[in-house]
């Protein structure tokens, strides 16, 4: 593959491309749930730092929300109890975690995540009805804008669902299993993959300042430019460069040298993600498909046809 910087990159890729872009991204999000459930999982064991946690999660502007505190812990009878839960939800994401990085049963983690990760928005408690009266915290933007980046994640794992789970991994050396096809149509993954990314940019510009909108920096017209840049399918190297600058600008912002190394670890989780997925666009591209100028090209080169031919 001849790269240049300039251009939109190839419309496939190769089993090797495919392996290193499916390894790429396999540790990113690897990372993620390796962080986050431990973070969770060492707070949930612990007796002094358990019942902080379980507040954290059920209070009003908590992850869990009141329909599903009713679904899972409504009852005397009720099987899970709100830590129960927390350890168990922990312990999966530090296993899952643990399990993408060694690149085991990368497929069906896949394809677990790609869905769970929506759940995040159905639990997230907002109120965005015009005029309403609120007397406790909540989230005051809608969910999805809130939850984009786990939005852009599912993405994420849609193309590594596709792609298999890439070099040094527990399931093409032990298990002799996930393979990635011997060609990859990039248009098709390369396109979910730049639009995983540009949301988070789009949407961090446009609703910069409201109520739990992350925002890399602050700068809302840089945001818009790299993500509709991005978006469009034209020019995705040079936004992925600038989109891997910001969100390693923002990581290094975000140190605490006075805190743990688990607690930085954990605020910068999913932006190391995005470091990943920008990495892959700035050597792959964006692929070919549903390009801005394409999509303004056929309907002229149709309408040129018909007065050619009329």
């Known amino acids: 593959?001849?790269?240049?910087?300039?251009?939109?990159?190839?419309?496939?890729?190769?089993?090797?491309?495919?392996?290193?872009?499916?390894?790429?991204?396999?540790?990113?999000?690897?990372?993620?749930?390796?962080?986050?459930?431990w973070w969770k999982l060492s707070r949930a064991i612990d007796p002094t730092r358990s019942e902080a946690l379980v507040s954290r999660y059920m209070a009003d502007n908590g992850y869990i929300n009141a329909f599903f505190e009713q679904y899972l812990f409504a009852g005397s009878d009720a099987f899970l109890?709100?830590?129960?839960?927390?350890?168990?939800?922990?312990?999966?994401?530090?296993?899952?975690?643990?399990?993408?990085?060694?690149?085991?049963?990368?497929?069906?983690?896949?394809?677990?995540?790609?869905?769970?990760?929506?759940?995040?928005?159905?639990?997230?408690?907002?109120v965005t009805a015009s005029g309403a009266q609120i007397e406790t915290a909540s989230y005051f933007s809608p969910?999805?804008?809130?939850?984009?980046?786990?939005?852009g994640l599912s993405g994420m794992f849609f193309v590594l669902l596709h792609l298999g789970s890439g070099p040094y991994s527990v399931d093409q050396h032990l298990l002799k299993r996930g393979f990635a096809p011997a060609t990859i149509d990039w248009n098709a993954y390369g396109l979910l993959l730049r639009?995983?990314?540009?949301?988070?940019?789009?949407?961090?510009?446009?609703?910069?300042?409201?109520?739990?909108?992350?925002?890399?920096?602050?700068?809302?017209?840089?945001?818009?430019?790299?993500g509709l840049v991005m978006a469009s399918g034209h020019g995705v190297r040079i936004a992925a460069i600038a989109a891997f600058a910001i969100v390693a600008w923002y990581c290094v912002g975000k140190i605490n040298f006075d805190a743990t190394l688990w607690n930085n670890f954990n605020a910068?989780?999913?932006?190391?993600?995005?470091?990943?997925?920008?990495?892959?666009?700035v050597v792959y591209g964006g692929g070919q498909a549903f390009q801005l100028g394409t999509l303004?090209?056929?309907?002229?080169?149709?309408?040129?046809?018909?007065?050619?031919?009329?």
């Open 1 to 37: 593959m001849t790269f240049n910087v300039w251009g939109d990159g190839p419309t496939t890729v190769d089993s090797a491309g495919a392996d290193r872009i499916a390894l790429a991204l396999r540790l990113g999000l690897g990372l993620v749930f390796l962080a986050g459930g």
């Open 81 to 126: 109890t709100p830590l129960a839960f927390l350890i168990l939800l922990s312990a999966f994401e530090l296993v899952s975690g643990i399990a993408l990085l060694a690149g085991a049963f990368v497929r069906a983690l896949s394809f677990i995540y790609a869905f769970l990760l929506w759940s995040f928005v159905i639990a997230l408690p907002v």
């Open 143 to 151: 969910a999805l804008l809130v939850q984009v980046r786990d939005i």
């Open 195 to 226: 639009l995983s990314v540009a949301v988070v940019f789009i949407v961090g510009g446009f609703f910069a300042g409201y109520d739990h909108i992350k925002a890399f920096v602050d700068l809302p017209p840089l945001l818009i430019l790299v």
């Open 268 to 281: 910068i989780k999913r932006e190391i993600a995005y470091l990943a997925a920008s990495g892959v666009l």
């Open 296 to 310: 303004f090209k056929a309907p002229r080169d149709a309408l040129l046809g018909k007065v050619e031919n009329a």
